[in-house]
């Protein structure tokens, strides 16, 4: 399995993009939130239970590991361990692994719902603990920039850039598991509206380097694709939601995300393709 982690402020990028309109709408057309640390509760509780539902289910021998992690092509496991690395289809799986075999979907064979669960999926305690602190640092200033619906999108597409990098670019049967690429979106977000407002971006450039240095060193357990294509991911998002014009902003904002995401799914499809 392929892990990773990460964190900063950004001052100017909160009250310039928190700035409201005479409708109560921050500077790129959200609407304000009252409480703009919830979301990232809500997703940090969420992440919490399922690795708390791991822990309780067998931990690192946990059947919803199996489930919810990204692994592109599905491999048929025996249940004393280990996998049969030849045989590559359910049917084989159940004919030739001598009623031992088990057969664990990949995304190429239908299990789909992998690359988004996967960055909900943790193992470690560190590998939680890390991506967690990271979402509380970065989310709230990101939604009171934003908005809550803006940043629910930016988070959610961050993560399933990430897990198509992976889904093109990581090994066909290892599994990948965390929320580093929706947490790399966010600095990438933070990164363009630090840009977009004139602030400092040297802070975040640091980070975002020592990410990088950390994600190279670790590159045997560490998921760089997740890296790199949430971080590329949550630039290309956040670009859209802050320079979209003011007229017809939020028709071009969601026409931009929609696009976004559709580059995604075709991504997706063509890589199902080549795999099966």
């Known amino acids: 399995m392929r892990d990773a982690a990460v964190g900063f402020q950004c001052p100017s990028c909160v009250s310039e993009g928190a700035k409201q309109t005479r409708t109560g709408r921050t500077a790129y057309g959200g609407s304000r939130s009252g409480n703009p640390a919830l979301t990232s509760m809500v997703l940090i509780a969420t992440n919490v239970a399922v690795w708390l539902a791991i822990v309780a289910t067998g931990w690192q021998q946990s059947e919803l590991i199996r489930r919810l992690a990204l692994t592109p ?3 048929c496991e025996s249940e004393q361990g280990g996998y049969y690395p030849n045989i590559t289809s359910r049917v084989d799986c159940q004919f030739y692994a001598n009623a031992d075999g088990v057969w664990v979907p990949g995304v ?5 719902w992998q690359l988004l669960t996967s960055a909900f999926t943790h193992v470690d305690i560190w590998h939680i603990g890390f991506n967690m602190l ?21 988070y959610f597409l961050s993560a399933l850039a990430g897990s198509t990098t992976v889904y093109w670019l990581a090994a066909e049967n290892g599994a990948t598991l965390g929320a580093s690429g929706a947490v790399f979106g966010l600095m990438g977000a933070l990164l363009v509206i630090a840009f977009k407002v004139g602030g400092d971006v040297r802070n975040i450039l640091t980070w975002i380097g020592i990410n990088a240095v950390i994600t ?6 560490i998921s760089w694709q997740a890296h790199l ?5 949550g630039m290309a998002i956040a670009a859209v939601l802050v320079y979209s014009p003011r007229p017809r902003r939020t028709r071009l904002q969601a026409l931009g995300l929609l696009g976004l995401l559709a580059v995604l799914g075709a991504l997706i499809v063509l890589r199902t393709a080549a795999l099966v």
Request: proline content about 2%; aromatic content about 8%.
């Open 229 to 233: 294509g949430g971080l590329l991911g």
């Open 216 to 221: 190279v060193l670790g590159a045997q357990f």
């Open 134 to 154: 990271a979402l509380w640092v970065l989310g709230p200033q990101l939604e009171m920039a934003i908005g809550r619906a803006r940043f629910l999108s930016l």
């Open 73 to 75: 092509l599905g491999t």
């Open 108 to 112: 190429a064979d239908g299990a789909i």
